[in-house]
């Protein structure tokens, strides 16, 4: 199912009544036309790929820089109009040798030699990291038809963490089916995280927690309060003899209410003390986040996974992402069996995410 088509079935509230535009989707497009980024897609090859940088040309959403020529563009889909979109090819390119020197100061203390660097800035992926790394772009998508790994692992190499930030993570932005819900009054929430880090250590934990607040704001329009969740409520819960996992929640709330003292983040929660005013008052009375939270932080990846699956199947809620965070600059991973109005949104998030 499209990212589109889960919008609208997420319920009347999320479409538009005058035009059937879901109204997320259509202010995600909006506030990045406004911003006219340039964002790299790295698989010219790939049909979706090429209807998707037509389409997101035509509605001003980005510009696009899509790796490929001419002709095989025109192979795999024959009747798509390339006009404003700029096509670049790795093995052609005069920017190559340029790019290849930035790979190689980046890895030769991995071993990387210059004719290993000047081969890989030839691969399509990575020369779209590069062109992030260079600022020559904005924004990076690709996984159309590359795995997660030979997605994410240019970024890590060349692109690498936002300052301060040590932790490549993700988010899901959760959509209510209808903002009648008293412990979700903004329709919108934010889960992380439930896809790349299996079992995130305090620090990790924090760096999540921070990045999380960042997408909330960024791109799910909220004010971010974010909950640190657990099985346990300020010290109600204790499991020091097995797993340490409370613990390991109390130092992460620590962790990143140091670095982001002006950010209103508190834990360690149980979920109900999180979202609901009437448990938050009772388990932590004078904290400004428990029964007011939007973004919630789950202390592992089989915690993130179940919770986010029962929201949607339970709950109605519709999943946009994993949006990718903790990069530098833009970096996000498609499915490998998105469609084109996948691959137009999440070129759209990627905008948003841009500085």
């Known amino acids: 199912m499209s990212l ?22 259509r202010e995600i497009k909006e506030k990045a036309a406004a911003r006219n980024k340039t964002i790299v897609l790295c698989e010219g090859e790939d049909k979706r790929v090429v209807e998707a940088a037509a389409q997101i040309t035509k509605e001003g959403i980005a510009k696009i820089v899509l790796i490929g020529n001419e002709e095989e563009c025109k192979k795999v889909a024959p009747d798509v109009d390339l006009t404003g979109i700029t096509l670049i090819d790795p093995l052609t390119s005069e920017k190559t040798a340029e790019y290849a020197k930035i ?39 690709s996984g159309a038809c590359h795995s997660t790994a030979n997605t994410l692992r240019p970024g890590l190499q060349v692109v690498k963490t936002a300052p301060g930030i040590k932790t490549v993570s993700s988010c ?20 992380a995280d439930c896809a790349i880090n ?26 971010p309060k974010v909950a640190m969740l657990s099985f346990s409520t300020k010290g ?29 983040l508190d834990g360690e929660f149980q979920f109900d003390a999180a979202v609901a005013p009437e448990v938050g008052q009772l388990k ?20 993130g996974n179940i919770g986010y699956k029962i929201a949607q199947r339970f709950g109605g809620y519709m999943a946009i992402g994993p949006v990718c965070q903790g990069f530098a600059k833009p970096l996000n991973d498609l499915s490998r069996g998105c469609n084109v109005d996948d691959i137009v949104a999440t070129v759209a998030v990627t905008a948003l995410q841009a500085e």
Do not use: C, W
Not at 115 to 134: P, S, W
């Open 172 to 191: 899901f932005i959760m959509i209510a089916p209808d903002k009648n819900n008293p412990y979700n009054p903004d329709g919108v929430a934010v889960f």
């Open 198 to 223: 299996i079992e995130p250590t305090a620090e990790q934990l924090a760096d999540i927690a921070i990045t999380s607040a960042k997408t909330a704001k960024d791109i799910a329009g909220i004010e």
């Open 284 to 303: 932590a009375p004078g904290s400004k986040v428990a029964g007011h939270a939007n973004v919630f932080v789950f202390p592992n990846i089989n915690a």
């Open 103 to 141: 790979l190689y100061e980046a890895r030769k203390a991995k071993g990387m030699t210059e004719e290993q660097a000047a081969e890989q800035a030839k691969d399509r992926t990575m020369f779209g990291a590069l062109m992030l790394k260079a600022g020559d772009v904005d924004g990076y998508v």
């Open 236 to 264: 109600s819960g204790n499991d020091d003899k097995f797993t340490q996992s409370v613990p390991k929640v109390q130092q992460a709330t620590a962790l990143a209410k140091e670095a982001a003292p002006d950010l209103a």
């Open 4 to 25: 589109l088509d889960k919008i609208k079935k997420a319920g009347k509230e999320v479409v538009d009544a005058v035009n059937g535009t879901p109204s997320l989707l």
